[in-house]
């Protein structure tokens, strides 16, 4: 491949991984913080997702060409000389020099500070719950640090279990998220659907069909998720999530 072409594509790489990453924990960062955002709220949080969606669309796009010109395959989790798509990517565009460990250490900092998102926001949200019963009342009390601590604590505490348990290899706790994640998306959209139905807005019906295809979208993609890992953990969120409703 030209040295132009390798050159734009390493650019592609660390771009979009860099800001892609942060996207794709961002996302729910944005729905479950809208109120930290300055006034009009819904406008700067509409602007601000938008954004990061598109980022999170680049980098999608991006990682599927590039793998498809170096024909990089994944390899198998957990197994011995195990390395990730962007690994591979990245020895493919640049090689394995200098340039390649400075790209890989500027990414793991990436993702260690975008473990971030969950620590800003899921205390916030066990606040909300707890505000209307459904948890205990002192997940709704700052800290002297200003924060929700006790939200802190069951989050470092629930992570690190999940993270002893299946050994620190990401790739097994992604149904867990995806089901998760996908399950909520489909609960909010469905939401928005009953929202518009008795709403009064001359807008409504269109908003309800947007919010319609999304809630069928993600319910499917959960449906698929379930089907296709269930032996591979998607089964604990099957007993988890509705054992934590009742």
């Known amino acids: 491949m030209p040295a132009a072409v390798a050159g734009v594509s390493a650019w592609i790489i660390l771009k979009a991984f860099a800001s892609g990453c942060t996207a794709m924990t961002g996302v729910e960062a944005v729905s ?36 498809r010109v170096y024909h990089i395959g994944a390899t198998e989790p957990g197994s011995s000389g195990y390395q990730s798509v962007l690994s591979l990517l990245l020895g493919a565009v640049t090689g394995r ?5 400075t790209a890989i250490s500027s990414i793991v900092l990436v993702l260690c500070l975008s473990a971030n998102t969950a620590f800003a926001d899921f205390p916030r949200l066990c606040r909300v719950i707890s505000q209307n019963g459904y948890l205990p009342y002192m997940f709704s009390i700052r800290g002297r640090r200003l924060v929700y601590a006790e939200g802190v604590y069951a989050l470092a505490l629930l992570t690190a279990i999940l993270l002893t348990v299946f050994g620190g290899i990401t790739d097994r706790l992604i149904p867990l998220y995806a089901v998760g994640a996908f399950l909520a998306f489909t609960l909010s959209q469905s939401g928005m659907v009953s929202h518009w139905r008795r709403s009064q807005d ?23 998720v379930l089907v296709a890992k269930f032996v591979a953990g998607a089964w604990i969120t099957v007993l988890l999530i509705p054992g934590l409703i009742v």
């Open 202 to 224: 001359p807008r409504a019906k269109r908003y309800m069909v947007v919010n319609g295809v999304g809630a069928i979208a993600t319910g499917l993609t959960v449906g698929v």
């Open 97 to 101: 020099g200098w340039f390649y460990w």
């Open 32 to 67: 479950n913080g809208v109120r930290a955002f300055r006034e009009p709220v819904a406008k700067t949080a509409r602007i601000t997702l938008t954004i990061i969606i598109a980022i999170l669309a680049v980098m999608l796009l991006g990682i599927a060409f590039l793998v």
